[in-house]
């Protein structure tokens, strides 16, 4: 390292120190000299005990968002952004506005091999060149092979609906009929009933004309290039692989169902894609891995959830979606989201990725933001980030904190800042300019947009956006909540009250923002992390833990039981840091925006309630 870059990094160091945490920097060149780092930062995850844990032993939540369906798209040639600088704003603005520390990154086999056979190394280079830009922000990336109606090439000039995924060569290889949805609402319709989307896609499963062959060669081929291209430092930052999006089998053969398709069809597919992960120099890092599309739909709904895969182990992470089928008809729930509503949809994510031996992310959620069902967003996406949260609804947490479960990792979909600013020929079709929303069939889900200076700026309200998280738990996580407060229009949504029993915890908490966690401490030498949004300025920002209590916290060091630091990145984004210094302990830690100066009495008598609060609830 040349002695510019040491004088850089110890300056923001000393900056760190000081106490100067809300200043905001820009990326470093590389995600090897992340100036703004920690000692424990950077380290590469891998799965244990049903967690994901990076090298201190700590449990680490990944949230953030899929970047980006401009890869659909034919506009940037099947890459998220124009350009890096692009890349590099969007990063930027991920963590900083939107508080996230992982990203779906989206890839298009379409593109790395637009000749059978061929691997376009351009379009590699661009698309690591655009990874890197995360991982410079700190930010972890977990990419991930899209697909959805199998191939745009499906499609005809005129079609009411594109698709994104296969070649141009491999739909040529298949003479498929011409496509027709007949009477289809939405585009997912298009999955089980457009004749040629589901010869494309059995197809591919059953490896006619060698598709699933060459697809695999890609694959190793794109990992080889990815590990080959990104340093050390960076390629630690690479969570795992996301072979395939939204896997279906087409056409179910005779006397096959959906559970048997998923045995004997897709789990040997993943098998190879493993075996090609391990050629490839990621024999390190999980196949993060979908099951049927269908497992978990409330509408639609095939049996499913990889259920006789056995124990999969730390090789493979269950990967699934969620959307509220019901709430985005519009017909079949006619009202909002309330509290609680997909605690149940999610601990069955929890309990399938316990049966099979690892942990779970999911990797899209999210829900419309225009369109006659735009009006639930507020209450469905946090009614998700609530589930994602525990598994407890809020009008009973505080009762029954020890059922929370693990907290669950998640990519909401997606943070596009092109939103309602593409110029995309639907179909290379140029009387079919597709400009609003996303841009893709009709749908306007990102959760970002630029503004008329070019500013990225968030759609959705930052309070449900940017939330405290256990980034990383020195331990295990016992319980955890989250009550944002976010609006949905003039209505402040408070599902998860402090109980009247906790009347000091009550008045230090108001009507502002807070955050409970409670950990049973490890033995590693790391500080537990916790994610503070921008609605968390340091100097008002209250703690309340057994390891003391704080009204803005100092700067963090190894010997300061509560402090703050910035997160990796140099985007501005903050963390609380939790210091223990046992094993097999339990700890809690209430974090709230709500006090103004609190008096020593008031901190102390909040500290004995949450005491005997966790005493009792918990052990």
Not at 133 to 147: E, M, T
Not at 268 to 284: E, I, L, N, Q, T
Not at 318 to 337: C, E, P, R, V
Not at 434 to 440: E, F, I, Q, S
């Amino acid at each position: 390292m040349d002695m510019p870059n040491i004088r850089a990094r110890l300056l923001v160091v000393l900056v760190v120190l000081c106490g100067f945490l809300t200043v905001a920097g820009t990326p470093s060149a590389s995600a090897a000299t992340i100036a703004d780092s920690l000692s424990f930062d950077g380290t590469a995850l891998t799965v244990a005990n049903g967690r994901f844990v990076d090298a201190n032993g700590r449990e680490v939540v990944l949230r953030g968002y899929n970047v980006s369906g401009e890869t659909k798209l034919a506009e940037n040639k099947g890459l998220p952004f124009a350009s890096v600088a692009d890349a590099k704003k969007s990063a930027t603005a991920l963590r900083a506005l939107g508080g996230g520390n992982a990203v779906r990154f989206l890839l298009s086999w379409a593109y790395a091999e637009p000749v059978k056979g061929q691997v376009d190394t351009a379009y590699l280079a661009g698309a690591t060149a655009q990874m890197q830009a995360f991982l410079d922000a700190g930010i972890r990336v977990y990419p991930d092979f899209h697909q959805d109606l199998y191939s745009r090439w499906l499609f005809n000039s005129g079609s009411w609906y594109t698709g994104d995924g296969a070649p141009a060569w491999a739909v040529a290889l298949g003479n498929y009929p011409a496509e027709s949805c007949g009477i289809c609402i939405m585009w997912g319709q298009n999955i089980t009933q457009n004749g040629a989307v589901k010869a494309g896609q059995y197809d591919f499963w059953h490896n006619n004309y060698g598709l699933q062959d060459y697809f695999l060669a890609t694959a190793q081929k794109t990992m080889a290039y990815i590990k080959a291209n990104l340093s050390a430092a960076e390629f630690a930052g690479v969570v795992g692989f996301d072979p395939y999006n939204e896997p279906y089998a087409g056409t179910y053969d005779s006397g096959q169902a959906s559970r048997s398709w998923e045995q004997n069809v897709l789990w040997p597919f993943y098998v190879k894609f493993r075996a090609r992960m391990d050629a490839a120099g990621w024999s390190d890092k999980p196949a993060m891995v979908e099951p049927n599309l269908f497992w978990n739909g409330n509408v639609s709904n095939e049996e499913g959830g990889l259920l006789d895969a056995g124990t999969i182990g730390s090789r493979y992470v269950f990967n699934t979606h969620f959307y509220d089928q019901k709430a985005i008809s519009g017909i079949l729930m006619w009202g909002n989201a309330s509290d609680g509503q997909y605690v149940t949809d999610f601990g069955t994510v929890r309990d399938r990725a316990s049966a099979l031996g690892t942990t779970a992310i999911v990797s899209e959620f999210g829900h419309p933001l225009n369109g006659s069902t735009a009006g639930k967003a507020p209450t469905v996406l946090k009614a998700m980030y609530q589930a994602l949260d525990s598994r407890v609804k809020g009008a009973n947490w505080w009762s029954t904190p020890a059922s929370s479960g693990p907290v669950l990792s998640g990519s909401q979909w997606q943070w596009d800042i092109y939103n309602g600013r593409h110029h995309e020929l639907m179909n290379d079709n140029p009387d079919k300019v597709m400009t609003t929303g996303d841009a893709w069939n009709d749908e306007d889900l990102s959760a970002v947009k630029l503004d008329d200076s070019g500013t990225a700026v968030l759609r959705q309200d930052a309070r449900l956006l940017d939330r405290i998280y256990p980034s990383a738990t020195s331990g295990s996580t016992v319980a955890f909540t989250y009550e944002d407060r976010s609006r949905d229009g003039s209505t402040t949504l408070t599902w998860n009250p402090v109980p009247s029993s906790l009347p000091n915890v009550s008045s230090l908490v108001g009507s502002g923002q807070y955050s409970v966690l409670v950990w049973r401490s490890g033995s590693g030498s790391a500080p537990t992390e916790l994610h503070l949004p921008a609605s968390f300025p340091t100097a008002s920002t209250t703690v309340v833990s057994d390891l003391g209590t704080v009204y803005g916290p100092p700067a963090y060091t190894s010997s300061t039981p509560i402090g703050a630091a910035l997160e990796p990145g140099g985007t501005g984004s903050r963390r609380l840091l939790l210091t223990d210094s046992d094993s097999g302990v339990l700890h809690y830690a209430l974090v709230t925006n709500g006090a103004t100066s609190p008096s020593t009495t008031l901190l102390n008598a909040a500290k004995s309630e949450l005491s005997s609060w966790v005493a009792s609830k918990i052990g």
